[in-house]
T-cell receptor
């Protein structure tokens, strides 16, 4: 059971380039999430998908788009990367969209935008 | 604004001693709290959770205490081991917010173990 798998682990982009961060979970969870983590700060929610076929904005959605491809996969796209998007990105999943279920996280994608 | 914060950004503990990591929350309506452990280069890992109808919950070597009167949450780790070195986050679930936006994270406390 791999849990939540994120690819790539590391990425360097130039300002203005685009890329897609991939996330897949094998736990049959309904809800999936994208967070970013900046030094000295907690995790901030970018986008989430409460169930297959739905996506919603979180706390910091600007500059990002998401796709819930199927129940397993939830991708995050940066259309035109900016240095302010340098961060560590974490994907997470939970069994259902509930406030009584802890999140299961991947190991992150470390993104640097120059 | 509303936030989940931590009293101490770093904590150094002697191996074998007990560790106490504190967290303050500001939303008295929050009804679910979670502690996560994050080791270097990894994602946060669930440790223990507690609902607002409880004031104490115990796991393996860990205990979470909830004091709703002063809006304070703590994580106690018994007999701290080198493998406990990590950053610890508390998170709270805020009623009234849409689904996943309910969960907000504190900025974390780094726990380091002295041999």
């Amino acid at each position: 059971n791999a849990g939540v798998t994120q690819t790539p682990k590391f990425q360097v982009l130039k300002t203005g380039q685009s890329m897609t961060l991939q996330c897949a979970q094998d736990m049959n969870h309904n809800s999936m999430y994208w967070y970013r983590q900046d030094p000295g700060m907690g995790l901030r929610l970018i986008y989430y998908s409460a169930s297959e076929g739905t996506t919603d904005k979180g706390e910091v959605p600007n500059g990002y788009n998401v796709s819930r491809l199927n129940k397993r996969e939830f991708s995050l796209r940066l259309e035109s990367a900016a240095p302010s998007q340098t961060s560590v990105y974490f994907c997470a999943s939970s069994p259902w969209d509930s406030n009584n279920s802890p999140l299961h996280f991947g190991n992150g994608t470390r993104l640097t935008v120059t | 604004g509303e936030s989940v914060g931590l009293h101490l950004p770093t904590l150094s503990v002697q191996e074998g001693d007990n560790s106490i990591i504190n967290c303050a929350y500001s939303n008295s309506a929050s009804d679910y709290f979670i502690w996560y452990k994050q080791e270097s280069g990894k994602g946060p890992q669930f440790i223990i959770d507690i609902r607002s109808n409880m004031d104490k919950r115990q796991g393996q070597r860990v205990t979470v205490l909830l004091n709703k009167t002063v809006k304070h949450l703590s994580l106690q780790i018994a007999a701290t081991q080198p493998g406990d070195s990590a950053v610890y986050f508390c998170a709270e679930s805020r009623p009234g917010y849409s689904s996943a936006s309910k969960i907000i994270f504190g900025s974390g406390t780094r726990l380091s173990i002295r041999p």
